[in-house]
């Protein structure tokens, strides 16, 4: 079964082309970062134009790019939320139009579904049961995965998502947007030793997290070091991204011993900094266990996940219909397969 995967739930237009839920045959993402970056973050109201203008061309070239013709596709999978809802309802009314069009079935996918699923995009997924951090801009949470259409919520922030704290962080130090690549980039150049952040645990028996805290703390500090905080920036960077990585491992690792779990995945757009993947990585290492991380470009927003999803929900006979509609928060729940 080919699927074409369309995500547009925050600032990235993107298409794919899957087969069977694990070949992607194409992929293509249009980035809106350098429409946002001057306002230091997205800008809803501009990306739901930008969405309008991309949406037909990146669709487009995702058919021409696997070597297909319209008529080959068999399904349709769109991101249905959560996300931006004006960015939302660009890709979902397309895709309904596509379905109807040519007459093929369609479904609604959640956006978390997705991440997790982008794991078996790759050659070597996990095996079920196992552990998944979802860590991005918006979420961070941790799922117990026993299927393709099973997720059991362990933990999820109580504020800040980890790359939320990430964007802010580098706003404060003037780094620009987004965040996290920048912070991940200059962090490796300074010593987490030289400027400690409290590491914002919770409960370490929990599996909630709290990045507000952090985000504060790298405030203070450089207010009270206004005159040199420049010359530390590395420092800074890499203190913080040492506080939250360590959280974030450890979290995972303790939830993956808690379930009896020996295989763990790690997805979102923050899989893929590098300091989070080498951590993590060194950590299941010394505990036994096997980490799947997604190859970078499967870590963003990306269609190809979407289609992963869509795969296994249109395969079970789920079919969304023309009254169904876009959701903007979390409605992410176990869903019985």
Known sequence: MIVLGIESSCDETAAALVRDGHQVLSSVVASQVAIHHPYGGVVPELASRKHIEAIVPVVTGAVARAGLTA???DGVAVTQGPGLVGSLLVGFSFAKGFAYG???PWIGVDHLEGHINSVFLEPEPPPFPFVALLVSGGHTSIYHVTSHREFHPMGQTRDDAAGEAYDKVAKMMGLGYPGGVVID???AQGDPDKVFFTRPFLDKDQFDFSF???K????RYIQTHKETYRDDQAHIAAGFQAAVVEVLSYKIIHAAREKGCRHLAVVGGVAANRGLRQAVTLDADEAGMTVHIPSADLCGDNAAMVAAVGYYRLKAGECSGMEDDV???VK??????
């Open 71 to 73: 008529d080959q596709i």
């Open 102 to 104: 040519h007459g093929i």
């Open 185 to 187: 980039r200059l962090a």
């Open 212 to 214: 507000s805290g952090i």
């Open 216 to 219: 504060s703390a790298v405030s």
């Open 327 to 329: 959701y903007s928060r």
């Open 332 to 337: 992410f729940r176990p869903i019985s397969g």
